[in-house]
């Protein structure tokens, strides 16, 4: 079940309740042992008035008892109070010590980038059940259609957007400037591995997407596919879903089934789709990138159907 992770300071409560609890009883039963001050002056008042014929001596000998013991109570009492505050408030500060170390640990775990991103700052975690039975509903796989293509379309919608000159800076890099402004071309890690798990769709419908294809298409297309495989296998090792999977006896089969639909910690996805919407860069703004060398980019509106070249020449710094 989903939730947030218990805190070290429950640890602490008990002790606390176990201090409070002793407290009590301590203050109880010092009020049944020992003598109010008031009722030691009526006794002290009631021995005086007895013993008034006695010598000074004899009555010091039966008054100093009392006075000692009406010290000692006075002096119990403060003490054990004294003792009591200030227990309470050593577990008080080391339970709150505790809870401010979770804290850091909670941040420091699940905001831990060592590399810069702009985007750092909505990330946000939440629980996701699965749905990795084999024949899952949705809108993204199934046989090649419009409807499908579509929902690929409005995934990867936002795969360009704005960064400034000190977001590339913290990642000691450069790019190319968006026309008519002072921002750069950028894009977020996973709308990259969305991409390639698109083309890994698209290589397995080849008739479909690649009717056409020469040897040279396909062999760069090979390539894509598995420049993209390589990809994700990085994506999948770097992000190391922790989480578990399990099995289970099926009355159908003697072989045990893999239960995969289980929940997972996940950033919000929605949030960081909307943060790349306020910053991407529309497509007309992408089509009039202009090449210091060749000019246009994209001279016919549009890109390359395969989207991979064995371009190995050197990088022009602008």
Not at 21 to 39: A, C, E, K, Y
Not at 79 to 93: A, D, E, K, M, R
Not at 145 to 171: G, H
Request: aromatic content about 10%.
């Amino acid at each position: 079940m989903c939730g947030p992770k218990q805190s070290s300071i429950h640890c602490f409560l008990p002790l606390l309740q176990l201090l409070l609890h002793v407290s009590d009883l301590s203050s109880s039963s010092f009020d049944r042992n020992t003598p109010s001050i008031m009722g030691d002056r009526d006794h002290s008042f009631d021995s005086f008035q007895d013993d008034v014929d006695d010598d000074s001596h004899s009555l010091l000998e039966k008054f100093q008892p009392l006075r000692n013991r009406k010290q000692f109570g006075f002096l119990h009492g403060r003490c054990g109070h004294f003792l009591f505050i200030q227990s309470t408030l050593i577990i008080l500060y080391t339970a709150m010590f505790f809870l401010l170390v979770d804290l850091f640990i909670d941040r420091q775990s699940v905001k831990k980038n060592l590399v810069y991103s702009p985007a750092e700052d909505v990330v946000n975690y939440e629980c996701v059940r699965f749905n990795a039975t084999l024949v899952i509903d949705s809108p993204y796989n199934g046989e090649p259609s419009p409807e499908v293509d579509e929902a690929w379309t409005e995934l990867l919608q936002y795969m360009n957007i704005e960064v400034s000159k000190s977001d590339l800076d913290r990642i000691h890099a450069d790019s190319i400037g968006v026309p008519g402004t002072d921002m750069y071309v950028g894009g977020l890690g996973v709308y990259h591995e969305l991409h390639c798990l698109k083309r890994i769709r698209q290589y397995t419908w080849q008739d479909y997407y690649h009717a056409n294809a020469t040897d040279e298409d396909k062999r760069l297309n090979r390539l894509h596919t598995d420049h993209c495989i390589d990809v994700l296998r990085q994506a999948i090792l770097c992000h190391t879903d922790v989480s578990l999977f399990t099995l289970e006896w099926s009355q159908d089969m003697p072989m045990p089934r893999a239960d995969f639909s289980h929940e997972h910690t996940c950033k919000d996805w929605r949030r960081i789709f909307e943060w790349a919407g306020q910053r991407s860069i529309p497509e007309e703004q992408m089509k009039s990138l202009q090449h210091p060398i060749y000019g246009s980019a994209f001279p016919d509106g549009k890109g390359s159907v395969l989207g991979a070249s064995e371009d190995h020449s050197a990088k022009i710094h602008e």
